[in-house]
């Protein structure tokens, strides 16, 4: 049996109707979606103290109205938040979000370079110019060789002693004029903003990454002449470890007698320990 033309209207009515229903949820489903913006963002799972490498545990992942999240709020997932470390006198707690002045990168934090050392390694300072920091193009985690240099006055006539100090010393950080980070970008301009109008930072103090033993050469070093950063190229190879030193630079840059050079002209002489340890030293980069 045919339907009615009653009946076909009804059905086109249910239908009309139907549409129009889920028209109407969808577009409210809509709305409260775009007006909500719901935002995934990290919050702190437990306190995290000041000056902190954020761990993964530390953090939870939560979805929130975009609207009820603050503006200076890191709006990112756990994968780019952990390893950043919390700022300093800045701690964070439980179910707190992680704003943007309090979470940095490990190389903006002020002690960045005694971060960076390894277990038994020290810090020594070494204040540079233009032309001792290569043009302001020696980086952190790049190495470097150090010389070492003096002028000496004989009456009228000047000597000059030069020669190596020690070979591959790391660099953990380069400072300019202000200590702050040469080769940090700010974080209020965009990187084409600063391009535009922020003149280049040019290094001023390199932080180095020495043995204890190294450390007593090259104070005494630095108090005689001028200790000089060397730039080295892609010469020393690679292997699964550490950088393996060049060689032929005990013998090329006369290593040896540098050194005894400056145990000789030191009030205080350097202990056994100290020689044993440059001896082996030296015999590496034979």
């Known amino acids: 049996m045919k339907p009615s033309k009653f009946q076909k209207k009804q059905i086109v009515a249910v239908g009309l109707a139907a549409a129009t229903v889920a028209g109407i949820y969808g577009y409210n489903h809509f709305a409260v979606e775009n007006a ?13 103290p000041a000056h902190t490498e954020i761990k993964e545990d530390m953090l939870v992942e939560r979805t929130l109205p975009g609207d009820a999240i603050p503006p200076n709020a890191l709006r990112a997932n756990k994968k780019e938040v952990v390893g950043k470390w919390t700022n300093d006198g800045q701690p964070i707690t439980e179910n707190s979000y992680l704003f943007k002045n309090k979470v940095v990168k490990k190389e903006e934090l002020p002690d960045s370079a005694i971060l960076n050392l390894k277990d038994g390694e020290v810090a020594f300072p070494l204040l540079v110019d233009l032309e001792t920091s290569s043009g302001n193009s020696i980086i952190p985690n790049t190495y470097v060789d150090l010389y070492f240099k003096q002028v000496v006055k004989e009456g009228d006539n000047e000597k000059v002693v030069f020669g190596g100090l020690f070979q591959r010393v790391r660099v953990t950080a380069a400072k300019d004029s202000n200590t ?5 970008l700010e974080k209020k301009e965009s990187k084409e903003e600063q391009e535009g109008k922020q ?3 040019v290094t001023r103090l390199y932080t180095l990454a020495v043995s204890p033993e190294q450390l007593q050469y090259l104070n005494r070093a630095k108090t005689l002449g001028d200790v000089i950063p060397v730039a080295v190229g892609q010469k020393v190879e690679r292997t699964g470890k550490e950088l393996e030193p060049a060689e032929g630079f005990s013998q090329i840059s006369d290593q040896k007698n540098i050194l005894d050079y400056v145990e000789k002209h030191s009030t205080n002489p350097i202990s056994k320990n100290v020689k044993e340890y440059v001896a082996q030293y030296l015999n590496e980069s034979k």
């Not at 909500?36 to 995290?48: E, G, L, Q, R």
Request: net charge positive; proline share 10%; hydrophobic share 50%.
């Open 36 to 48: 909500v913006k719901p935002t995934k963002i990290v919050v702190a799972a437990k306190d995290i």
């Open 180 to 184: 702050e980070d040469a080769f940090v």
């Open 199 to 201: 003149k280049p930072k």
